[in-house]
């Protein structure tokens, strides 16, 4: 079995880096996910805007920072990082974007856990069910998935708009996730 490769980013003395391997681990563990898991600790600020860090610790699996909206920023800092969850503020990011990370990059392994408990066929899961979609569509149907792993239902304003960002034609991006 191929094994996603989580990176955490960190600065010495971060308090939660530790906290994020155990977090990482146990979430896969549950997924039954084999990660390899990296620490990278980023030494100075030349360093963190090399890294694309957000601050200490930074969560990546298959090299994609794993809170929602986050490929975007350009804010890159040498200090600690603070995640906006569903619960509040915290140090470490939301269980659910993890678990959706290591689901959506994991080469095998979950799938089949998901096919004996759903009886969903194969074409509908993984790389396999968006192999048809274009680069663009696929984000467009990762950036819905987010949404509703973290529990927010996009709306079809926000669907409207990221459609546009991605320079997709809504009807059409939707047609083609249908099909």
């Not at 140090?91 to 290591?102: E, I």
Request: aromatic share 6%; glycine share 8%.
């Amino acid at each position: 079995m191929s094994r996603p490769r989580v990176e955490i980013l960190h600065v010495a003395g971060c308090p939660n880096h530790e906290s994020a391997r155990t977090q990482v681990e146990r979430i896969a563990a549950k997924l039954g996910v084999q990660p390899q898991i990296d620490l990278i600790q980023v030494a100075d600020a030349d360093a963190a805007r090399r890294f694309r860090f957000l601050g200490s610790p930074t969560v990546r699996v298959g090299g994609v920072d794993i809170e929602p909206g986050a490929e975007g920023r350009r804010d890159f800092v040498f200090s600690c990082r603070v995640y906006r969850t569903e619960d509040g503020l915290a140090g470490l990011p939301d269980d659910a974007w993890l678990r959706c990370a290591l689901t959506e990059r994991a080469p095998t392994g979950p799938a089949e856990r998901i096919l004996e408990v759903t009886a969903l066929p194969p074409e509908r899961l993984g790389s396999a069910r968006g192999a048809r979609l274009s680069e663009d569509e696929r984000g467009f149907y990762r950036w819905i998935l987010r949404r509703f792993a973290e529990g927010r239902p996009p709306p079809p304003a926000a669907l409207r708009q990221e459609a546009d960002r991605l320079r997709l034609a809504l009807g059409g991006a939707l047609a083609a996730l249908r099909r």
